[in-house]
T-cell receptor, first 113, second 114 residues
Framework: AQSVAQPEDQVNVAEGNPLTVKCTYS??????LFWYVQYPNRGLQFLLK??????LVKGSYGFEAEFNKSQTSFHLKKPSALVSDSALYFC???????????FGKGTTLSVSS | DTGVSQNPRHKITKRGQNVTFRCDPI?????LYWYRQTLGQGPEFLTY????????KSRLLSDRFSAERPKGSFSTLEIQRTEQGDSAMYLC????????????FGAGTRLSVL
């Protein structure tokens, strides 16, 4: 069965420091991996995706993610956090045979000034 | 605004009543999805349409739930005889056809069943 795990409910970082939000997945075949961000009372906004190719994917707002096939991970990273990055982040996976996205439970990122 | 639009944004209803939500996808997108999100959880897939055809339904979609997408444009999600357990955020997303395509989400409809 397809699944996504986000092992941290909350990540706290200071503004200007690098941040990492972790994600591991389980899927049959090659995965399609996505990161979304959700602000209060708003829908999910797409950040970036990995389909194939370079393992380091760059996305919106300075975020990037590294695909690691051997560790089945797709961690979200940013070199320098901003207070405005504080939000709920979701990792999602889709298998080659699937259509629906399978989401993790989400990780709340809190960036302090 | 050319994004995914959902109405209403909030719905409060009494247990046993029927409710209907509407989703207007991005105009050129032929796939439309419904998800449900409860507090502390990620969105869970309910169903999806390609054009007007409903191609997949999750086991979460009980007989009380029905979705339509007439003419392959907007979609409606109806819940009959609502229960308190139906209280959730209902999210709609749309995309183009293709395995790697991005699903774009609306702001959601928050349902509260009293």
């Amino acid at each position: 069965a397809q699944s996504v795990a986000q092992p941290e409910d909350q990540v706290n970082v200071a503004e200007g420091n690098p941040l990492t939000v972790k994600c591991t997945y389980s899927v049959s075949g090659n995965p399609y991996l996505f990161w979304y961000v959700q602000y209060p009372n708003r829908g999910l906004q797409f950040l970036l995706k990995y389909i194939t190719g370079d393992n380091l994917v760059k996305g919106s707002y300075g975020f990037e993610a590294e695909f690691n096939k051997s560790q089945t991970s797709f961690h979200l990273k940013k070199p320098s956090a901003l207070v405005s990055d504080s939000a709920l982040y979701f990792c999602a996976v889709k298998g080659q045979a699937g259509t629906a996205l399978i989401f993790g439970k989400g990780t709340t990122l809190s960036v302090s000034s | 605004d050319t994004g995914v639009s959902q109405n209403p944004r909030h719905k409060i209803t009494k247990r046993g009543q029927n409710v209907t939500f509407r989703c207007d996808p991005i105009s050129e997108h032929n796939r439309l999805y419904w998800y449900r999100q409860t507090l502390g959880q990620g969105p869970e897939f309910l169903t999806y349409f390609q054009n007007e055809a409903q191609l997949e339904k999750s086991r979460l979609l009980s007989d009380r739930f029905s979705a339509e997408r007439p003419k392959g444009s907007f979609s409606t999600l109806e819940i009959q005889r609502t229960e308190q357990g139906d209280s959730a955020m209902y999210l709609c997303a749309s995309s183009l056809v293709g395995q790697g395509t991005i699903q774009y989400f609306g702001a959601g409809t928050r349902l509260s069943v009293l």
